[in-house]
């Protein structure tokens, strides 16, 4: 079984900037496809950034966001920096054991089998 705990959320006026961590045990990490979702009362849980054999981010985020992994510290990081209110929701993260390798299967969240608590960002004007 794999544990994913996240932390860093808050909250934060527009154009600042927050740092999300989520920390994986349970199994080897580095082979994992990790992403990050989030999700607002009332929508669909929405593609945030991924990393598989590459990294790959939302249009809504792409040169805000930054996404990165250490394995090491089987810890992946999101950085969100020009924050907007549109931005707030519950930031998740989530893993796949096995590499996802298709885009469209990176943005999907029912292909990821383990997922965090959640933490809440949130961005006022």
Known sequence: QVR?????????????????SCVASGRT??????AWFRQVPGKEREFVA????????????KGR???????????VY??????????????????SPTKLAIVVNIRTPRNYDYWGQGTQVTVSS
């Open 29 to 34: 990490f580095s082979n994992f496809a990790m």
């Open 65 to 75: 966001f930054t996404m990165s992994r250490d394995n090491a510290k089987n810890t």
């Open 4 to 20: 994913l705990v996240e932390s860093g959320g808050g909250s934060v006026q527009a154009g600042g900037s927050l740092s999300l």
């Open 50 to 61: 991924g990393i598989d054999w590459g990294t790959y981010y939302a249009d809504s985020v």
């Open 78 to 95: 999101l950085e969100m920096n020009s924050l907007k209110p549109e931005d707030t929701a519950v930031y998740y993260c989530a893993a």
